[in-house]
Nanobody
Framework: QVQLVESGGGLVQAGGSLRLSCAVS???????MAWYRQAPGKQRELVAA????????NYVDSVKGRFTISRDNAKNTVSLQMNSLKPEDTGVYYC????????WGQGTQVTVSS
């Protein structure tokens, strides 16, 4: 059974940075993982993903140039480096595979104050 455990969230001022981590267990190939977020009162959206078998990355326009998705195959973790954070980045962040859509983890809360 695949388990996804997100961590690294917190409260940060606008302009600050956070690095999120997702520990993946139950699978050994994490090339196609992605990060999602759910803002208060909004639907969950995909913000960053590996594509083309893990060789490329894709980002929602609102985070391009500020967020970077990465992975450590040896540790089976997927990370999201978030820089120049804005209040509109506030939400609960989750990792998952857009193709497989495993059971969602608990997510990690990111709150950006203005």
């Amino acid at each position: 059974q695949v388990q996804l455990v997100e961590s690294g969230g917190g409260l940060v001022q606008a302009g600050g940075s956070l690095r999120l981590s997702c520990a993946v267990s139950g699978i050994t190939v994490i090339n196609a993982m992605a990060w999602y977020r759910q803002a208060p009162g909004k639907q969950r959206e995909l913000v960053a993903a590996f594509t083309s078998g893990g060789t490329n990355t894709n980002y929602v326009d609102s985070v391009k140039g500020r967020f970077t998705i990465s992975r450590d195959n040896a540790k089976n973790t997927v990370s999201l480096q978030m820089n120049s954070l804005k209040p509109e980045d506030t939400g609960v962040y989750y990792c998952n595979s857009p193709r497989a859509l495993y059971s969602w983890g608990q997510g990690t809360q990111v709150t950006v104050s203005s």
